[in-house]
Nanobody
Framework: VQLQASGGGLVQAGGSLRLSCVASGRTIRRHIMGWFRQAPGKEREFVAGINWRGGSTLYSDSVKGRFTISRVDAQNTVNLQMNSLKSEDAAVYYC?????????????????????WGQGTLVTVSS
């Protein structure tokens, strides 16, 4: 599956952005989808994940309550709504797919658990 992330940009602290990830090549209906980010000089880290049909979601502690991951399988799309952005949220954001999986598969927070990656979209937060 090929993934194309978009929606990054420059936003003021406290503002919002919505990232989108469109998949092509095959349906992601049975994939666990994740968002990761990598800031300069830091390792790539898990941000959020969502399983089949949005039955469950998982967030890193740093974004919980501010970010929301969702999916629209009919559009082969996964979104990440980011609110109350902070300077520490600035990074390149990547979407990733893990699958196909069974419905009860756990959402991995390890990037090695994902077998398809998008190219990344840059989020810059000004203070």
């Amino acid at each position: 599956v090929q993934l194309q992330a978009s929606g990054g940009g420059l936003v003021q602290a406290g503002g919002s952005l919505r990232l989108s990830c469109v998949a092509s090549g095959r349906t992601i209906r049975r994939h666990i989808m994740g968002w990761f980010r990598q800031a300069p000089g830091k390792e790539r880290e898990f941000v959020a994940g969502i399983n089949w049909r949005g039955g469950s979601t998982l967030y890193s502690d740093s974004v919980k309550g501010r970010f929301t991951i969702s999916r629209v399988d009919a559009q082969n799309t996964v979104n990440l709504q980011m609110n109350s952005l902070k300077s520490e949220d600035a990074a390149v954001y990547y979407c990733a797919a893990d699958g196909p999986k069974t419905y009860f598969s756990a959402i991995s927070t390890d990037d090695e658990g994902y077998n398809s990656w998008g190219q990344g979209t840059l989020v810059t937060v000004s203070s």
